[in-house]
């Protein structure tokens, strides 16, 4: 009875090596496009100054795999005097997220919002952003299910500074029973798995029969 449930359990953890092979082959093989779109190019300040942050509307992209992404790219703009800064106090801004599943053609769109806080001068920039909408959102997509959440946020320089401050989400993406694309041939990591699987039941059968003798 001990031999049997050996074995049993040495097979077990060969089909568990396998199962992981196949679910990281699939996860590696989703590609997924998406698109961020900002509600508005320039976020002013309070009372309608002449200061403002610029974002960025970053291009459609794919990815494959589990990915980060850039939501917008962040510049301060302003003129206004040292001694007197202009004022965000919850400047309203939204991020649209469209989210494609190139296996399905399926696609949805997911929406984050939040407000920039701080002041800006022609000499200064000191603004951050919170986020008034959950921190992730998840959606399923030709089966596979996708979890977009909100990364960091790298604040915009003073005016007239050659690196722009970012915002950024992680998009988690885990294969379902019908998604990703799928291939004949397996990927080598698939095959390192197997490769470590099956000799994993002829050592236990080995050990089994030396114990015997």
């Not at 679910?23 to 698109?35: F, P």
């Not at 795999?65 to 005097?81: K, L, R």
């Not at 929406?111 to 959950?134: D, E, K, L, Q």
Request: contains cysteine.
């Amino acid at each position: 009875m001990h031999k049997k449930h050996s074995l049993l359990t040495c097979a077990g953890i060969a089909l568990a090596l396998l199962f992981l092979a196949n679910t990281s082959v699939r996860a590696d093989l989703i590609t997924w496009g998406y698109n961020w779109a900002p509600s508005t190019s320039k976020v002013y300040a309070n009372g309608g100054g002449s200061g403002y942050l610029k974002l960025t509307n970053e291009p459609a992209k794919t990815a494959t795999g589990s990915s980060n992404t850039v939501i917008t790219n962040i510049q301060a703009v302003s003129t206004a005097p040292y001694n007197t800064p202009e004022v965000f106090s919850k400047a309203p801004v939204s991020f649209a997220l469209q989210l494609q599943d190139l296996a399905s053609k399926a696609t949805d769109t997911l929406t984050f919002s939040g407000h920039f806080v701080g002041i800006i001068s022609g000499n200064y920039s000191n603004v951050h952003f919170a986020s008034t909408s959950p921190l992730f959102e998840t959606v399923t997509l030709g089966a596979n299910k996708y979890t977009v959440t909100l990364g960091n946020y790298t604040p915009p320089g003073p005016p007239g500074a050659v690196n722009s401050g970012s915002l950024n989400a992680f998009v988690t993406v885990t294969p379902g029973s019908g998604g990703g694309h799928t291939s004949g041939t397996p990927e080598p990591t698939a095959l390192t798995l197997a490769c470590l699987a099956f000799p994993f039941v002829g050592l236990c059968g080995w050990r089994q029969r030396k114990t015997k003798d």
